[in-house]
T-cell receptor, first 115, second 111 residues
Framework: NAGVTQTPKFRVLKTGQSMTLLCAQD?????MYWYRQDPGMGLRLIHY???????AKGEVPDGYNVSRLKKQNFLLGLESAAPSQTSVYFC??????????????FGPGTRLTVT | GIQVEQSPPDLILQEGANSTLRCNFS?????LQWFHQNPWGQLINLFY???GTKQNGRLSATTVATERYSLLYISSSQTTDSGVYFC?????????????FGKGTHLIIQP
């Protein structure tokens, strides 16, 4: 049981390039999330999904798109990277509708630098 | 949205000391979690504690939901306890809206 995994672990992009971050979970969780963490701060929610085929905006969604085509995967896309998107990105999942506890489990993070 | 405030922001202790970290939140919550972010950046789940008291080894946590605060206790600190401790809350019930994080308490345990 690998839990929540993220690919890649590190990436350097030039301004204007695009990329996709992949999150996968093997716990059959309904809900999945993408957060970003900037230096000296807590995590902030970018987008989330409450089930296959659904997505919703979080606190800081601008510049990102997401897709949840399969229950176990949640993709985060940057269409045209900007230096302000330099951050560490965390994916998380939560059992969702199966009832409490609604504990979130986090992946190891992806460190992205945009130059 | 809901506000989450953690105190103190920084804490430096000698190995063996005890500490109490506090988390205040501005509205009723259904879920509350404590995390430890180690020096390698990994987020480790410590407690899922929307109310009541839990203990796990040298760590314990108490949430008083009616008074909108939670406390994390670390006893007999070890250098491996160093890192940032985050409190995060969810007021949507089932976690549908994600977690709102505090800014964390940066803990340094000196040998």
């Amino acid at each position: 049981n690998a839990g929540v995994t993220q690919t890649p672990k590190f990436r350097v992009l030039k301004t204007g390039q695009s990329m996709t971050l992949l999150c996968a979970q093997d716990m059959n969780h309904e809900y999945m999330y993408w957060y970003r963490q900037d230096p000296g701060m807590g995590l902030r929610l970018i987008h989330y999904s409450v089930g296959e085929g659904t997505t919703a905006k979080g606190e800081v969604p601008d510049g990102y798109n997401v897709s949840r085509l399969k229950k176990q995967n949640f993709l985060l896309g940057l269409e045209s990277a900007a230096p302000s998107q330099t951050s560490v990105y965390f994916c998380a999942s939560n059992p969702g509708t199966s009832g409490p506890p609604y504990e979130q489990y986090f992946g190891p993070g992806t460190r992205l630098t945009v130059t | 949205g809901i506000q989450v405030e953690q105190s103190p922001p920084d804490l430096i202790l000698q190995e063996g000391a005890n500490s109490t970290l506090r988390c205040n939140f501005s509205d009723s919550v259904n879920n509350l979690q404590w995390f430890h972010q180690n020096p390698w950046g990994q987020l480790i789940n410590l407690f899922y504690i929307p109310s009541g008291t839990k203990q796990n080894g040298r760590l314990s946590a108490t949430t008083v939901a009616t008074e909108r605060y939670s406390l994390l206790y670390i006893s007999s600190s070890q250098t491996t306890d160093s890192g940032v401790y985050f409190c995060a809350v969810d007021y949507s019930g089932g976690g549908a809206d994600g977690l709102t994080f505090g800014k964390g308490t940066h803990l340094i345990i000196q040998p």
